[in-house]
């Protein structure tokens, strides 16, 4: 058996080696990339550029790995080299450990400095004040719908959205010790209750439920007090030293979380492109239907529709449009300039790249 291993681990020794000396000629690269930046004011992170070359990774991927380990790879020689350049501050909805962080992972690979708040709105305010360069917030569920706060902040915010992280949420019931002995409560943020709402009242209908702020929250909580068990994802439970009484207890096998990555920066087209649009339609008959209607007469694709009280109490509403491509796009430039002309409020929120995931 060794005699058969060991010119196979030569010749793995041998390709390290290379990787190791490409690596480090790459960093040389950004090294240099970031002098060019900082003599010219460009920002250190570009989500356009960095889409566009995940997206080359998998296109050009021959096998046998798979397309999201490299990219998961890709990822991460990306960030420790834009951190050669600069180290970016990220915020995101605390404490560590909840979904939110994983996203700021998932768009900005581990070498950034990470910022946990105590609410959405505070990840607005250290984003705006500049403590923080990028903030990661929560935008829907594919359960159980908009995070109505993120919507309401995007609105007024002069921050811009700037990419998007699509994170598919399982949700584990975690305890101190594994199993369900003198468990009294059963803590989770609101969204993540609702989200395993069936399940719960499947197997633990008499074991009072209560929101907190955070999944995140809910694990420091158990592992504090072990009359309390959690439901969090896996991350959460492994940074509070849990026990997993069961996994993927949501009630759908498919439930996601896109998440906002909210800055100064706007993204330039990366070829995949979505469009975040703020609107409000006069009260006129055929308003909607003409907001509307640029899109298509522009052959512009509608992905998403949401409505929102505008809590002026006239029972007006804003509505939260997704398009596809990017605002530089000609035909979408050409619908957003007419839907500004018939809206009684036009905000582009944000242009970027669509999550690979």
């Known amino acids: 058996?060794?005699?058969?291993?060991?010119?196979?681990?030569?010749?793995?020794?041998s390709i390290d080696a290379q990787i190791l000396d490409l690596l480090n000629q790459r960093a040389k690269v950004a090294q240099e990339v970031g002098h060019v930046k900082a003599e010219t004011g460009a920002p250190v992170f570009r989500p356009e550029r960095e889409a566009q070359v995940l997206r080359g990774v998998a296109e050009r991927n021959p096998g046998p790995m798979g397309n999201a380990e490299l990219q998961t790879i890709w990822r991460e020689i990306m960030s420790a080299c834009r951190s050669l350049e600069k180290?970016?501050?990220?915020a995101f909805l605390g404490p560590a450990g909840t979904y939110s962080e994983q996203a700021v992972y998932e768009q900005f690979g581990t070498a950034v400095d990470v910022l946990p708040c105590s609410s959405i709105d505070e990840v607005f305010r250290a984003t705006e004040a500049g403590t923080a360069e990028f903030g990661v917030v929560p935008v829907e569920n594919s359960t159980e719908g908009a995070i109505g706060r993120t919507l309401d902040l995007l609105l007024h915010t002069p921050l811009t959205i700037s990419g998007e992280v699509s994170l598919a949420v399982r949700h584990s019931l975690l305890t101190g010790s594994g199993n369900m002995d003198g468990i009294t409560a059963i803590c989770a943020h609101a969204q993540a209750l609702a989200q395993c709402q069936i399940w719960l009242n499947n197997n633990y209908?008499?074991?009072?439920?209560?929101?907190?702020?955070?999944?995140?929250?809910?694990a420091r909580m158990a592992r504090d007090d072990h009359g309390i068990a959690a439901i969090a994802g896996e991350r959460a439970g492994v940074r509070y030293s849990l026990g997993t009484v069961k996994a993927n207890i949501q009630d759908d096998p498919h439930n996601r979380t896109r998440f906002a990555v909210i800055g100064q920066l706007q993204a330039g087209p990366s070829g995949e492109d979505r469009t975040s649009l703020a609107l409000a339609a006069p009260h006129k008959a055929g308003s909607i239907y003409r907001l509307l209607g640029s899109l298509a007469q522009h052959g512009v694709s509608m992905t998403r529709f949401e409505s929102r009280p505008a809590r002026t109490g006239t029972w007006e509403y804003y509505f939260y449009v997704d398009v596809e491509g990017h605002v530089q796009n000609p035909a979408v430039a050409k619908a957003l300039d007419e839907l500004r002309g018939n809206a009684a409020f036009f905000k582009v929120l944000g242009s970027y790249p669509v999550s690979l995931t």
Do not use: C, G, Q, Y
């Open 205 to 218: 209908p008499e074991i009072e439920r209560i929101a907190v702020s955070s999944n995140a929250e809910a």
């Open 1 to 13: 058996m060794n005699d058969k291993l060991k010119p196979l681990r030569e010749r793995i020794d």
């Open 87 to 90: 180290r970016v501050t990220v």
